[in-house]
């Protein structure tokens, strides 16, 4: 992918942008170790295996998770399956990251910093469930820096840290969802769709058309909990929440009270 492609990806990448998303462009002049080119996280259309320990899902192309991931803390940003999130890195030790990553296997996690740390020094500054995700397109600038696309995987769990600096290197351990579908499973999901029709309704975010037609679409209740949370939660806290929860019903129902408290629909 040239340059020109990787920014046109990028800009259609904006469309799908997440609350935090809005927030980083008005804070982009801090100096957080990344900032977003175009901010934001959209759908990934492609779908993708996640192969580990054996466990296959026959569905769609095939990647292997590592046992082990650089990490990227970051602060306010998390990184759901499916969704796309374009960076752009400057600071040398995430460039020596990005080059670990590239020259191994085209993947890092992003983990969120606690809301209590101006900047990470230690692993105890950040959330060690996180998502791991694969660099879908990296292009390198004249002075050192990069843009990339990353696409979330899977979530995983930090087990054990191989090193802490100049980035940590983490043991992950993937997590599953419980994600058995019910009666349940399917109003909880139905009503997720309802709160997201009436955002589109009340104005509150306006999404391409492809993209707006997919979600209405969309069957996979674990699918849509996460690219609702990852779109339309603002409180990064909230987000963490919903990723680590592996219960899709679960999931599904904190999804329902953060949109119904944030869009100020209690009564939906």
Same mark, same amino acid.
């Given at each position: ?48 295996? =996640? ?25 306010? &940003?998390?990184?759901?399956?499916? &969704?796309?999130?374009?960076?752009? =890195? ?58 990339? =696309? ?21 043991? =992950? ?96």
């Amino acid at each position: 992918m040239t340059k020109h492609e990787l920014e046109g990806a990028m800009l259609r990448a904006s469309y799908w942008s997440s609350g935090f998303a809005c927030r980083a462009k008005l804070r982009e002049g801090e100096s957080f170790g990344f900032r977003h080119c175009v901010s934001g996280q959209v759908l990934a259309l492609a779908t993708i295996r =996640i192969s580990y320990n054996n466990k296959t899902d026959p569905m769609s192309s095939s990647v292997i998770l590592p046992k082990r991931v650089p990490v990227m803390p970051l602060p306010g &940003a998390l990184l759901f399956p499916h &969704a796309l999130l374009p960076l752009y =890195i400057f600071e040398p030790r995430y460039r020596q990251m990005l080059k670990h990553a590239l020259t191994h296997h085209r993947m890092f996690c992003v983990a969120l910093i606690k809301p209590h740390c101006a900047e990470w020094q230690s692993a105890a500054d950040f959330f060690h469930t996180a998502g791991v995700g694969l660099i879908r397109a990296c292009v390198e600038r004249d002075d050192g820096t990069s843009n990339l =696309i990353l696409q979330g995987l899977e979530r995983v769990r930090f087990k054990e840290f191989e090193q802490e600096a100049p980035f940590p290197i983490a043991t =992950i351990e993937p997590l599953e969802s419980d994600s058995v579908s019910s009666v349940e499973t399917e109003a909880l999901a139905t009503k997720v769709l309802e709160l997201y029709s009436n955002l589109k309704g009340n104005g509150q975010r306006q999404l391409p058309p492809k993209i707006d037609r997919y979600l209405s679409d969309l069957s996979d209740p674990e699918m849509l909990a996460d690219l609702l949370a990852s779109t339309f939660v603002s409180d990064p806290l909230r987000r963490q929440r919903v990723l680590e929860e592996l219960s899709v019903n679960d999931r599904l129902r904190l999804v329902i009270r953060y949109l119904r408290e944030e869009t100020g629909s209690a009564g939906a």
